[in-house]
């Protein structure tokens, strides 16, 4: 009884902490996770501390409910029964094709939560589209002990992550751990997931003649910003076919030579208004999309492509998905798939909301649904405990979870969680050379100000 009238009030005055907690029952599944790591660990052991307690741990740091894994680890001391020396000597060996694993059951299952809440976004009529961006991982601190020594930063790995644009989810993660890796190194792991009708979109650093030519042969298409170093063979004359968001746009046809031939290929030219961060006047996108997608419809699919990058920036932000304690690059690269998971599971938070409220999911900002988990959910799970929700959720199908889910967004109030819009930064002014600066009052700075 007491417990389904605390249940009661979360729901009302905290809906977007239950609505998390029962996406985690369904992403974070403990009987789930565990066979994730049975079928996908090629050296680790299972041991005394399942895998799906780690993941239980680990979501707490991320989701930044404790300050730090050890803090996480002391919440859940009596639950795991194991020291905390054998919690990091778990992390340090999850092996990446774990993590990765981890991170593509968990969309497909919050994919299918997504597709019985309702809402049908086709980034372009006819393809599956998805972006594939890299993130080198941040500096660690040098905790261990070949690291102590060093003047220089450590880098703990880098991940290419795949994200489908229709559904707004991290669909697929290709984690590596040399930190000092390219991302070229690792794209015939992303041509292993290419299917047929898939429409690609990346930046230059995938512009690369094998992969585009991988795509091609798989029966898929691609929109490719294109690097300086791509032989292309250029023919008939530029067209100039209209205006887009950013500038001018134009058209040319070219061949890309390869081994096995060449490949026709569309040229779609922008000449922007403003110059990008690295002072490019100019944007040159190579596609083999047919004639019927238009040249001002590639500029504008292109233009999406900031999602991933906005991913990795909330992934940043708000949650706490590179965690600079962890120096080991198994473990690193672990707490940031989880914190992609993560990022899933708000999405689909934001989109419930936004649908049962008849309101944009952009509008939403994933910080402010963040804190709000982060501030509510250790307290509420001190008053519900893991078995009331297993019991509520853990069974429940995609559908049903769904239906729940549209339920409790009805009680979420939607300014407490819409972004604040402002205007852009105005540049700081230069001040000089950092070095040999001198003290200030701040108040005796004010006190003259006010005089003026």
């Known amino acids: ?232 063979e250029k023919f008939g004359r530029k067209r100039r076919v209209g205006k887009s968001a950013t500038g001018t746009v134009y058209e040319q046809s070219a061949c890309l030579p390869s081994d096995s031939g060449t490949m026709r290929v569309r040229l779609i030219i922008v000449k922007l208004k403003n110059a990008t961060r690295d002072g490019d006047r100019e944007i040159v996108l190579v596609s083999n999309l047919p004639k019927k997608v238009s040249a001002r419809r590639i500029a504008t699919l292109y233009r999406g492509r900031w999602t991933i990058e906005t991913a990795f920036h909330q992934v940043a932000m708000a949650l706490h998905g590179e965690i600079d304690a962890l120096a080991y690059p198994k473990a690193a690269l672990f707490g940031f798939c989880i914190a992609l998971v993560a990022h899933n599971l708000l999405n689909v938070v934001k989109t419930a909301i936004a649908v049962a409220q008849e309101g944009d999911e952009d509008d939403l900002s994933t910080y402010y649904l963040a804190d709000e988990i982060s501030c509510a959910y250790y307290g509420m799970m001190i008053v519900l405990p893991p078995e009331f929700w297993q019991k509520r959720f853990r069974r429940l199908e995609p559908g049903d979870l769904a239906d729940r889910l549209m339920e409790l967004a009805q009680n979420v109030r939607w300014e407490r969680f819409q972004k604040s819009r402002r205007s852009p930064k105005k540049p700081p002014p230069d001040v000089g050379a950092k070095t040999n600066r001198t003290h200030v009052s701040t108040k005796r700075v004010l006190d003259e100000a006010a005089k003026c």
């Open 1 to 232: 009884m007491i417990h389904a009238q605390a249940f009661d009030l979360f729901c009302e005055k905290s809906a977007v902490s239950v609505m998390a907690r029962a996406l985690m029952e369904d992403a974070f599944s403990a009987p789930h996770l565990d066979e994730v790591f049975a079928e996908n660990a090629q050296q680790q052991e299972e041991s005394d501390l399942p895998f799906s307690q780690l993941v239980d741990v680990m979501s707490l740091a991320v989701l930044q409910i404790r300050p730090s894994v050890n803090a996480a680890y002391t919440t859940k001391k009596e639950e795991i029964a194991v020291s905390i020396q054998a919690v990091y000597n778990k992390l340090s060996g999850i092996e990446p094709a774990v993590s990765r694993a981890m991170v593509r059951d968990s969309a497909a299952r919050l994919n299918e939560v997504l597709g019985h809440i309702g809402r049908e976004r086709t980034t372009q009529a006819g393809y599956h589209t998805k972006i594939v961006d890299g993130k080198h991982l941040n500096r660690t601190e040098r905790r261990l002990k070949p690291l102590r020594e060093l003047n220089r930063a450590p880098l703990p790995g880098i991940a290419l992550a795949v994200l489908d644009a229709d559904r707004r989810l991290v669909c697929d993660v290709i984690p590596c751990e040399d930190g000092h890796a390219q991302e070229r190194s690792l794209l015939g792991d992303v041509l292993d997931t290419v299917e047929k009708g898939d429409l690609w979109i990346a930046d230059r650093n995938f512009c690369t003649v094998n992969f585009l030519k991988g795509i091609v042969d798989r029966g898929a298409h691609f929109v490719i910003r294109r690097h300086g170093q791509l032989p292309l």
